[in-house]
């Protein structure tokens, strides 16, 4: 079987993108969910393979050298693979990093879940600043594009080939910049944003493309759990684990499975108010901890310097967690400040260590 065909086959449809920043704590709640839910609305990799054709298809017309073959051993772009763990708890550090530059800040918010790494940028340009995320997928692993819009060649990374694609509509846009930079191994950039494009849109893109490089920092988290009780899913099957920082606070995601997931912020609210259309809502107290009961769904308590959840709402109801195991875990946790350096490397942060 050629290359090409090859990687064709193995195209997986895993991809879901981190929001912009945020505010509301509803928008962290809805955004969390539709993590938690990521892999159940995916399609059968049908899209991912149409579009990712045109990368192999260009490459050919092109001429552009394979990622499969010999690159510059001075390219200073990603050289090395990341191999996919076999859990949450056996990453330490990020397998890339993205150079800052006068056109590149980096952030600090990062998601990785069972395909890839994830960090985001802004980029700057003549038409004014872009959030940009980069995502580099575990060997085997690859990016799923959207069927529509336009596509083009273009050169990654110091001579990769890779395309870009972009999807204009009336009142939104979505730009994804896909590239091979080794054996099997695909990273993407990719921006979206509404009403009309930045004219720069694929200069920004290409500019974060040419910044990523090869090995990063300790993953660290702002909480750290002392025990999951049997009724709650166990860490060393999580499925994610994102932090989101802005203005000044943070906003962690860690999915335990498809169906569960424990959400942490420093904004010190409990959001104890009842979803859209129902109107069950209960107080209570727990070890000193004010906290709350949400639809049959969601549960939360506000401690010292963060507020706290579980969501649970789209399990089986046979299945759910019981609710003193929750409160548990949720008034057990240990909780950083603002400050990262007061956060916890990842497995320890899971209870591992």
Not at 63 to 79: F, K
Not at 148 to 163: P, R
Not at 249 to 260: E, F, G, P, R, V
């Amino acid at each position: 079987m050629n290359h090409e065909h090859d990687v064709l086959n193995r195209l997986v449809d895993y991809h879901h993108h981190i929001s912009a920043p945020h505010v509301p704590l509803a928008d962290d709640l809805h955004r969390g969910r539709l993590r938690v839910r990521r892999n159940r609305g995916l399609l059968a990799g049908g899209v991912a393979l149409a579009v990712l054709s045109v990368v192999a298809a260009v490459t050919l017309s092109t001429g552009q050298r394979s990622a499969d073959q010999p690159q510059p051993a001075d390219r200073p772009g990603l050289s090395t693979p990341l191999v996919a763990p076999k859990s949450l708890l056996d990453i330490r550090e990020l397998g890339f990093h993205v150079e800052p530059g006068p056109d590149v800040v980096v952030t600090d918010n990062i998601e990785i879940d069972q395909d890839r790494q994830v960090t985001d940028v802004k980029v700057h340009g003549d038409d004014g600043s872009t959030d940009v995320q980069v995502a580099v997928y575990y060997q085997g692993r690859s990016p799923q594009l959207p069927s529509t819009g336009t596509s083009e060649a273009v050169t990654v990374d110091g001579g990769a080939a890779g395309t870009y694609v972009e999807d204009s509509r009336p009142n939104e846009w979505a730009a994804h910049l896909v590239w091979q930079y080794a054996p099997d191994s695909w990273a993407e950039v990719f921006a979206r944003g509404e009403p009309a494009p930045p004219a720069d849109l694929r200069s920004k893109l290409l500019t974060a493309a040419k910044a990523v490089r090869s090995g990063g920092e300790t993953v660290r988290i702002p909480i750290r759990i002392a025990t999951l009780p049997a009724s709650l899913p166990s860490v060393t099957t999580a499925h994610s684990v994102s932090v989101t920082q802005f203005d000044g606070s943070w906003t962690l995601w860690l999915s335990l499975n498809d169906d569960i997931a424990l959400w942490a912020t420093s904004r010190t609210s409990t959001d104890c108010q009842a979803s859209a259309g129902s109107p069950h809502s209960e107080s209570f107290t727990y070890r000193g901890h004010s906290g709350c009961l949400v639809d049959g769904e969601r549960i939360g308590l506000r401690l010292d310097t963060a507020s706290v959840f579980f969501d649970y709402g789209a399990a089986d109801p046979r299945a759910r967690p019981s609710i003193r195991d929750m409160k548990q875990v949720l008034a057990d946790l240990t909780v950083g400040t603002t400050d990262p350096a007061t956060w916890f490397d990842l497995r320890t942060a899971l209870g591992a260590e």
